[in-house]
């Protein structure tokens, strides 16, 4: 089965999403120096990961609502977090916001 543009894309971004976690916690800004359990973070996107790069159609919908929270958090953290903590936020919700509309466009295809 061919996998359409859409769906290369929302696997990318997911991808991208699940090692800006581990990083952002890990090495790039942590909350505390030398790492945090934060970077623990990024394992819960990691559910779903196979489903999409199978190109389930429920593993697409499900991880749009697991990426929710994360999407939230990015809002919130980079309003609030100096920098570069606050880069580091904006990029997760930009990736959140990327992973989302791609899915839909994915969805809407398949559906089609």
Same mark, same amino acid.
């Given at each position: 089965?061919?996998? %359409? ?8 971004? +997911? ?8 990083? #952002? ?6 909350? !505390? &120096? /030398? ?26 919908? #499900?991880? %749009?609502?697991?990426?929710?929270? +994360?999407?939230? &958090? ?17 990029? &997760? ?9 791609? /899915? #839909?466009? #994915?969805?809407? !295809?398949?559906?089609?």
């Amino acid at each position: 089965m061919k996998r %359409s543009l859409a769906q290369n894309l929302t696997c990318a971004a +997911y991808i991208a999403l699940i090692l800006l976690t581990v990083w #952002w916690e890990g090495y790039g800004a942590p909350l !505390r &120096e /030398g790492g945090s359990a934060l970077v623990l973070k990024g394992l819960p996107l990691l559910l779903p990961l196979r489903g999409l790069l199978y190109g389930r159609l429920k593993s697409i919908q #499900w991880a %749009s609502l697991l990426c929710l929270p +994360y999407l939230t &958090e990015g809002l919130t953290r980079a309003w609030a977090d100096p920098q570069p903590s606050a880069a580091y936020a904006l990029a &997760e919700a930009v990736l959140c916001g990327v992973f989302l509309v791609l /899915g #839909w466009v #994915w969805l809407k !295809r398949a559906r089609d």
